[in-house]
């Protein structure tokens, strides 16, 4: 109805990743990565192709994620790649390897590369996510650091 009522025509459906419908499976695909963990299939595409073998109705998927990466960098977006380009030639150039470049306190650092082993850090969900609303948490955020750090990262 949305689509049909709407006189440009159109109409957007906009799925979570890794969201499955009712009945459903999350599919993973390709090789793991060091950690083990595969990609979910895009649900986006599962999805539009769906519609289209439903409705006949032809279909355009768009990955957000690519499309938000895709756009032109803003001055922190520059300031930080840079700097972190530069401190890491810095590294290289001192003969500190095995290093990667961080942010550490608000300041820019660099810390040994974490061991596989250890597996993936987890974030701490309850805290960052308002998994009711599928979005992050956006409250009280005075005097929260503008990147992450160890403080979310456990």
């Known amino acids: 109805d949305d689509r049909r009522l709407n006189p440009s025509g159109y109409a957007f459906v906009i799925a ?3 969201a499955i419908w009712r009945g459903g499976e999350l599919t993973e695909v390709g090789e793991s990565d060091a950690y083990g963990h595969r990609h979910k ?3 986006g595409e599962v999805l539009a192709d769906e519609l ?3 409705t006949g109705i032809e279909t355009v998927h768009s990955d957000l994620t690519y499309d ?3 756009g032109d960098p803003d001055a922190l977006d520059q300031l930080v790649a840079i700097t972190f380009a530069n401190v890491a030639v810095d590294l ?3 003969g500190q390897y095995g290093r990667m470049v961080a942010v550490r306190d608000g300041n820019y650092a660099h810390a040994p590369l974490p061991e596989r082993s250890l597996g993936a850090r987890q974030l701490d969900v309850p805290t960052m996510y308002n998994v009711e609303r599928f979005r992050p948490r956006y409250e ?3 005097g929260a650091p503008l990147l992450l750090g160890p403080a979310v990262l456990a």
Request: charged share 45%; proline share 0%.
């Open 52 to 54: 289209k073998r439903r």
């Open 92 to 94: 290289l150039a001192d």
């Open 41 to 43: 299939a895009d649900v």
């Open 140 to 142: 009280a955020k005075l």
């Open 68 to 70: 938000l990466r895709s």
């Open 16 to 18: 979570s990743e890794g």
